[in-house]
């Protein structure tokens, strides 16, 4: 009954290599995100759709491109990894319910590593 | 765009006292304020949220105050226990119904000492 799953959980890779990260939701929602948390912790948003739709692109490489086949699932896709891309990608999803509240449901992360 | 400042960045308390983590934001429109925790090498979980019609909420041991005119809230959990230990994040957005960016402030890491 995983609300929110992302595959693979641990990502170790050499620098130029390109690697992909799925998250699929089985809440309904219809919007999904991409954080990153580096190693100070810090959790900022790189991508967000709506209904499959990219509704928020932040100021990302484009070595980095999100996929949404469908409102369930967001893969992320990275070419060319660099050092710098190590840290951990959280997925997340949430719905508007009108009543004020618009909890993001986490994955559990992908620990990336780039060698 | 929106700005969240979050202090201090750590924290720690003897268990049984209270812990008060404060965040200031910077974009007046926006009108939904979450904390966010998150225990070691797991994902961040909502713990309680506040929009800005309202200016204090409570849960058990959690309660979220927030000031729209200082642009400030604050989280405040009272009676602490060991397994509050964790790194709260702060966070403000102006929901569009659906497509909430949320920006995160840089956590604080809270320990409880026994």
């Known amino acids: 009954d995983t609300a929110v799953s992302q595959t693979p959980k641990y990502l170790v890779t050499q620098m130029g290599n390109d690697k992909s990260i799925k998250c699929e939701q089985n809440l309904g929602h219809d919007t999904m995100y991409w954080y990153k948390q580096d190693s100070k912790k810090f959790l900022k948003i790189m991508f967000s759709?709506?209904?499959?739709?990219?509704?928020i692109n932040e100021t990302v490489p484009n070595r980095f491109s999100p996929k949404s086949p469908d409102k369930a699932h967001l893969n992320l896709h990275i070419n060319s990894l660099e050092l710098g891309d190590s840290a951990v990608y959280f997925c997340a999803s949430s719905q508007y319910h009108g009543t004020g509240s618009y909890e993001q449901y986490f994955g559990p992360g992908t620990r990336l590593t780039v060698t | 765009g929106e700005n969240v400042e979050q202090h201090p960045s750590t924290l720690s308390v003897q268990e049984g006292d209270s812990a008060v983590i404060k965040c200031t934001y910077s974009d007046s429109a926006s009108n939904y304020f979450p904390w966010y925790k998150q225990e070691l090498g797991k994902r961040p979980q909502l713990i309680i949220d506040?929009?800005?019609?309202?200016g204090e909420k409570k849960d058990q041991r959690i309660a979220v105050t927030l000031n729209k005119t200082a642009k400030h809230f604050s989280l405040h959990i009272t009676e602490t226990q060991p397994e509050d230990s964790a790194v709260y994040f702060c966070a403000a957005t102006g929901p569009l119904e659906g497509n909430e960016k949320l920006t995160f402030g840089t956590g604080t890491r809270l320990t409880i000492i026994p």
């Open positions: 506040i929009r800005s019609n309202v």
């Open positions: 759709y709506n209904n499959k739709e990219l509704i």
